[in-house]
């Protein structure tokens, strides 16, 4: 079977990054053409175990829900929660930022996704 999975949010651009996964029944040989493609147009690939999400989707959706619970919660205003991530953590956008370039129903949508398939692990439901 010829598939390499790979994980990405809509409208990030500026990402350079592209994570790579195998399916169960994928050949590394598959991994290593793509590869190949990616750095032939100048971007970068990680491989990362086969889970939900994969790693930027799942941790970014969280962040941006933890922010916008964290503004319902009339702890900050949004500005405050963009410009604190982006000078505390080297964060190029605020969350709510990514949040509102993603689209909250896509982030809502993630985050729904990953409570199902971690509920045993009691994660609750996002907040956004």
């Known amino acids: 079977m010829k598939i390499v999975g790979f994980a990405c949010f809509?409208?990030?651009?500026s990402q350079n990054l592209i994570e790579l996964t195998l399916p169960l029944t994928?050949?590394?040989n598959n991994l290593k053409a793509v590869t190949k493609q990616l750095e032939d147009v100048?971007?970068?690939?990680?491989?990362?175990?086969d889970q939900v999400g994969l790693?930027?989707?799942r941790v970014l959706s969280m962040i941006i829900n933890?922010?916008?619970y964290a503004f319902t919660q009339k702890i900050a205003i949004k500005e405050d929660i963009d410009i604190a991530m982006k000078l505390?953590?080297?964060y190029p956008k605020g969350p709510?930022?990514?949040g509102e370039r993603i689209g909250h129903v896509k982030c809502i949508l993630s985050n729904k996704g990953y409570t199902i398939i971690y509920?045993?692990?009691?994660?609750?439901?996002?907040?956004?």
């Open 10 to 13: 809509p409208d990030l651009d």
């Open 26 to 28: 994928g050949e590394t």
């Open 42 to 49: 100048e971007l970068e690939s990680e491989f990362t175990k």
């Open 55 to 57: 790693v930027l989707p």
């Open 66 to 68: 933890e922010a916008f």
């Open 88 to 90: 505390g953590t080297n």
């Open 96 to 98: 709510l930022e990514w």
């Open 119 to 128: 509920r045993k692990n009691d994660v609750g439901w996002p907040h956004c």
